[in-house]
């Protein structure tokens, strides 16, 4: 059994937190390759150290004083490794990073640093080999990057180590510069590594104990998600929900590795699991819901719309010519409706009504602002009755106007249009019927 573990950044934030994530990996002999995040905030208060590299970064490529910051910097880790009682001094690779800091190495390698000097101390805690993400992970001269040639050479170097660390964030370019992924991307690191070695399961330690059924911040204390596939994730995360980097599904998904979302907090809890495909039954008829606020509806009608071959064609090119992307496209028999990203829209919104015009002459148009967009996901739905009709009475129930109703072909998910102010009461009223009541 092989175990990929990654630390996110507030699981390695402190001395008191590493004790934690080590306990974790010597409970369970699988957890053999590790990837750490750059320590995070220890309180609300304060302040990332990968935030803390830019800072100091972009200060030193300026020729204002760094100083000071890059001592703060240092004293982070510092603190960390007096901790845990290591006989490790960081005063050469500190000096290193300011001449590189002076040379303008660059902001991916300022920030890069941070999961470069934990994966250090990790490596020194947990007496693993330390391998250097900048040797196994690559992108290309435009920084693209290269998962065929990563794969490769990541599953050749770990073929002989039992056990390892390796920094996640980070890779490297052709000419050996140093390239991040963006925010966040340590748990693209983790994906690719679990990919390479083949991995059984990917954990990604974290500080909530997996995903939320709703926004904590809408809902009080949401159930937590026990299993949710890949496809259900997907339309969550796009529609706002978010606690892993969506570039970290690819790797594993190729692979069929399952990702374990824990709490190093929490170590007992079981978190979310996160699959391809599973005959597990859901607990609930929805895996959860998501949603946005911010966008608009353009209205259109014209009598013998339906009749009018090329009439949708025509519309959706003045979109495109705009660079603007639609969201959805409920349509009647004369009239069709088309819901953007508000802030996408503003700027053309002028050019795109006159386009419309000249392409289709519509005998009447107009705009609504300030929609949001809920999407209620779930694989359960496909095989339970009624879940449209409890959905619309609840929302009925706590007197919201309902704008528009789309309902994927997958039967996944069923997306719902009502106006911003109405946002929070109805995803409410939603958990409300489907969760709450069922507890
Ligand atoms: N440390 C990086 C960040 O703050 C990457 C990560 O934590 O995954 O975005």
């Not at 859901?282 to 009608?301: H, L």
């Not at 009925?396 to 789309?406: E, F, G, L, P, T």
């Not at 996944?412 to 106006?419: H, M, S, Y």
Request: negative net charge; glycine residues 8%.
């Amino acid at each position: 059994m092989k175990k990929v573990v990654k630390f996110g950044g507030s699981s390695l934030a402190s001395a008191k937190q590493f004790k934690k994530a080590g306990e974790i990996i010597r409970a369970d002999k699988a957890r053999r390759y590790v990837v750490p995040s750059a320590p995070g905030k220890r309180s609300k208060t304060d302040e990332k150290v990968t935030d803390m590299l830019y800072a100091c970064y972009d200060a030193a490529s300026t020729g204002a004083g760094y100083g000071k910051l890059l001592s703060k910097i240092k004293e982070r880790f510092e603190q960390i490794i007096d901790g845990l009682d290591l006989n490790l001094n960081l005063d050469f690779e500190f000096k290193t990073i300011e001449e590189n800091f002076i040379a303008k190495a660059g902001r991916d390698y300022a920030a890069s640093r941070g999961e470069y000097l934990n994966s250090l101390i990790m490596s020194h805690y947990l007496g693993f080999e330390f391998v250097d993400a900048a040797e196994v992970i690559f992108f290309d001269e435009n920084g693209a990057f290269l998962a065929d040639k990563t794969n490769r050479e990541l599953a050749q170097r770990l073929e002989h180590l039992e056990r390892a660390v390796i920094p996640g964030f980070y890779g490297s370019k052709p000419d050996g510069s140093i390239k991040t992924f963006s925010r966040g991307g340590s748990d693209v690191t983790g994906s690719i590594v679990s990919r390479a070695i083949h991995a059984d399961l990917y954990e990604n330690w974290t500080d909530v104990s997996g995903f939320l059924v709703t926004d904590p911040h809408l809902v009080e204390n949401p159930v937590p998600i026990e299993t949710i596939t890949y496809r259900e994730l997907r339309e969550l995360a796009y529609m706002g929900a978010s606690v892993l980097h969506e570039d970290a599904i690819f790797p594993v998904r190729k692979e069929g590795i399952p990702i374990n979302i824990r709490n190093t907090n929490k170590p007992d809890d079981p978190g979310t699991l996160i699959v391809e495909s599973t005959c597990r039954k859901p607990k609930y008829v929805i895996t959860g819901i998501a949603g946005k606020k911010g966008f608009c509806s353009i209205n259109i009608e014209k009598a013998m719309m339906n009749s009018e071959i090329g009439f949708g064609r025509k519309v959706l090119d003045v979109f495109e010519r705009y660079g603007i992307s639609f969201e959805h496209m409920p349509s009647g028999i004369d009239t069709m409706t088309i819901f953007v990203h508000q802030s996408e829209f503003e700027e053309y919104e002028q050019s795109v009504i006159a386009g419309i015009h000249r392409a289709v002459q519509p005998d009447f148009l107009d705009l609504e602002s300030d929609l949001a967009l809920i999407a209620v996901v779930g694989r359960g739905m496909k095989s339970a009755r009624g879940t449209a009709g409890r959905i619309f009475s609840a929302l009925a129930h706590a007197r919201i106007n309902v704008k528009m109703i789309d309902q994927g072909s997958s039967e996944l998910n069923i997306i719902i249009g009502v106006k911003n102010d109405d946002f929070e009461p109805a995803i409410k009223a939603i958990y409300d019927i489907f969760i709450l009541s069922e507890i």
